[in-house]
């Protein structure tokens, strides 16, 4: 066996075929894309640390595993990495903070558990923002990483780091987390596929905040057949999560394939009246005949987003706060501003803020619910902007429209976490100047197969993931 720069460009769902066949070993699949990590993570610094040694080793005893003749895991042979914020033992885990910039945890969080269960094998961990906070991957630890198809831009976040290994093919799957886009918003920037699932689908172990159905985990890949297999490995109940969902996650390998004739989609091109950059809506309205093709019935509706951004912000304040409180306390120096805001906002924000977001939340959950018995779907923009140059922080103003904090920007994501309705980034096309964007489709509450199955028909008739950014070999 012989190892090559094709296999990194290779879906995982054809790796994991030709490694079960024997036409290719865990070994050589593991090699190659360690040999594309040297070549270009330099330039992208989207993994930010990485075993090669053991990853190796652990792809050696995968193949002395099969050669036994032993039963192969779903992930069997995969390269994969995690998100800097899922603990790994014995490997470095930073939160992108200066404050664990030197930790290394003694268990893995529950995904990790799972994806290793299933056979897949850490390569490394993937960059964020400090905890996570902000979609655009930048730290004091380790710096920015940049947008494979164009070094001067962010790759988005706070999955970031996974979005850009993934479309760099430097990795074949990674994993991640969405609290107000982080799954969703670097897949549409680095075109590659994002799945935010239903809070409670991919459990989470451990967590400081274990009621919070705002963050959830979930899969990212380069196409939706592979985060379907992903998604498959990493869902099923924990009794450690009280939110976790009492399914079989088998159910998720279904055929993807199916008929959409009559079914009803609602297009909502700025989520109710946000700011949206013209460049990003041509990209999504040339791509509409697509969901007609395929016999749908596409109508531009839109649920009522009334009371979402405040519900959002003050929500958000509170999981921060109960998280980072401590940090904030003895370690407030060390804190990114950003940071710092949120923690704040979380422990001085009236009782009365909160009880008020509790209740538009619920008032949202009702209209959602009900608009979506007459729309099986609803698309839009993943994001409001394009890519924007890595330089800068955040979106300070959208055409006219001022940005008044570091998520303001980031509504067409976070208004949709706050639903609790699955929802994923898929390839919709570039902008004039080869910039990716992606385009959001929203299920049914709890609907992830049926998500997946219209991703994947639209993902058929595009094929906008198989553009690849031009990179040093």
Same mark, same amino acid.
């Given at each position: 066996?012989?190892?090559? #720069? ?73 390269? @994969? ?22 930790? @290394? ?24 923002? %400090? ?71 991919? #459990? ?5 905040? #274990? ?175 394009? #890519? ?9 103003? @959208? ?7 570091? @998520? ?50 639209? %993902? ?14």
């Amino acid at each position: 066996m012989t190892h090559s #720069p094709s296999l990194c460009d290779m879906t995982a769902v054809a790796l994991r075929a030709e490694i079960a066949a024997g036409h290719v070993s865990a070994r050589d699949v593991m090699a190659a894309h360690l040999t594309r990590i040297q070549a270009c993570n330099p330039s992208i610094n989207a993994i930010v640390t990485c075993d090669a040694e053991g990853a190796l080793a652990r792809a050696a005893a995968a193949d002395e595993h099969q050669a036994n003749g032993d039963a192969l895991g779903l992930l069997h042979g995969l390269p @994969i990495v995690h998100k800097d914020s899922f603990l790994t033992a014995g490997m470095r885990t930073t939160y992108g903070s200066p404050l664990y910039r030197d930790f @290394i945890p003694d268990r893995d969080s529950l995904i990790v558990t799972r994806e290793r269960a299933a056979g897949a094998i850490t390569l490394g961990k993937s960059n964020l923002p %400090e905890f996570g906070a902000g979609s655009q991957t930048f730290n004091a630890v380790f710096g920015a990483t940049r947008n494979p198809y164009d070094l001067r831009m962010t790759a988005g976040g706070s999955s970031g780091g996974a979005a850009a290994a993934l479309a760099a093919r430097m990795a074949p799957l990674a994993d991640g987390t969405d609290m107000g886009g982080s799954l969703r918003n670097p897949a549409s920037f680095c075109n590659v596929v994002g799945l935010r699932p239903s809070p409670g689908r991919v #459990p989470q172990w451990p967590s400081s905040n #274990p009621y919070n159905p705002l963050t959830v985990a979930g899969p990212m890949a380069r196409t939706v057949a592979d985060v379907a297999l992903l998604l498959a490995a990493t869902a099923g109940p924990d009794p450690r999560d009280p939110l976790s969902i009492d399914q079989d996650p088998a159910r998720l390998l279904a055929s993807l394939s199916r008929d959409f004739k009559g079914v009803r989609i609602a297009y909502a091109p700025t989520w109710g009246g946000l700011p949206v950059q013209r460049r990003v809506l041509q990209v999504l309205e040339s791509q509409l005949p697509v969901f007609t093709d395929l016999g749908a019935r596409v109508e531009q509706a839109c649920p009522d987003f009334t009371g979402a951004n405040d519900a959002f912000q003050a929500l958000r304040g509170q999981v921060f706060a109960v998280g980072y409180e401590a940090a904030l306390r003895e370690h407030r120096h060390l804190l990114k501003d950003t940071v710092i805001w949120n923690i704040e906002l979380g422990l001085t924000q009236p009782a009365a803020t909160v009880v008020q977001a509790e209740r538009d939340r619920a008032a949202l959950f009702a209209r959602m619910h009900a608009f979506m018995q007459t729309h099986e779907f609803l698309i839009g923009p993943v994001s409001q902007v394009a #890519p924007f140059p890595v330089d800068e922080e955040t979106v300070s103003c @959208i055409g006219d429209t001022p940005m008044h904090n570091y @998520i303001d920007w980031m509504r067409s994501g976070y208004y949709l976490s706050l639903t609790g309705h699955p929802a994923i980034s898929v390839p919709c096309g570039f902008t004039d100047d080869g910039l990716p964007v992606g385009i959001q489709i929203v299920g049914r509450y709890r609907q992830e197969h049926a998500l997946l199955q219209l991703a994947h028909a639209f %993902e058929l008739a595009t094929q906008h993931w198989r553009r690849e950014p031009v990179l040093p070999d």
